[in-house]
Nanobody, 127 residues
Framework: QVQLVESGGGLVLPGGSVRLSCAASGRTFSNYAMGWFRQAPGKERSFVAAISRGGGSTVYADSVNGRFTMSGDNAKNTVYLQMNNLKPEDTAVYYC????????????????????WGQGTQVTVSS
């Protein structure tokens, strides 16, 4: 498995921006599709965004499409989630995850498809 460590969370004003980072170590980073999920208090963990193995494609949840951008840097074994125009409902613990996939096209969206998870980073959007 690959080990994942998130960073970059914090307290942000509504309308503000923050960038999360997820550093991977262990197995070859480029063999994995990567995803971001979030979990708000009292709610189930939900899909936010994911990037294909190789970084050629991304997908987003409807609630963040147009506001969040996921990207990856294979040289640094790191993926990012740029979050703009943040809303109070974006408040959650954000988790990075890795899924071993067999090609560069399939992008998993279900949390059960991801075998490796980071510890999470808190993002709080509040005035």
């Amino acid at each position: 498995q690959v080990q994942l460590v998130e960073s970059g969370g914090g307290l942000v004003l509504p309308g503000g921006s923050v960038r999360l980072s997820c550093a991977a170590s262990g197995r070859t980073f480029s063999n994995y599709a990567m995803g971001w999920f979030r979990q708000a208090p009292g709610k189930e963990r939900s899909f936010v965004a994911a990037i294909s193995r190789g970084g050629g494609s991304t997908v987003y949840a409807d609630s963040v499409n147009g506001r969040f951008t996921m990207s990856g840097d294979n040289a640094k074994n790191t993926v990012y989630l740029q979050m703009n125009n943040l809303k109070p409902e974006d408040t959650a613990v954000y988790y990075c995850a890795a899924a071993a996939v067999g090609n560069n096209y399939y992008i998993p969206r279900l949390h059960r498809e991801y075998a490796s998870w980071g510890q999470g980073t808190q993002v709080t959007v509040s005035s």
